[in-house]
């Protein structure tokens, strides 16, 4: 069974803004901080989140995300 990393960017109201999904571990770790990162201290105030978490299938995987192999 395969582990999928996926990262997700939420806006304060809980909707998606971004997600990627990828099969590499370092790659999600990296992707997890640039979005992070990324959040300014105004959004992150505001309530903006990102979120990291491990699925089995692809089919577990937001429809939305970017899919990085």
């Given at each position: 069974m395969a582990k999928i990393w996926v990262n997700e960017q939420?806006?304060?109201?809980?909707?998606l803004y971004a997600c990627i999904a990828c099969c590499n571990e370092q790659q999600a770790i990296d992707c997890r901080n640039s979005f992070e990162s990324n959040l300014t201290q105004q959004q992150k105030s505001a309530g903006w989140s990102v979120r990291m978490s491990i699925v089995a299938s692809w089919r577990d995987v937001p429809a939305g995300a970017l899919e990085s192999l």
């Open positions: 939420l806006d304060p109201s809980g909707l």
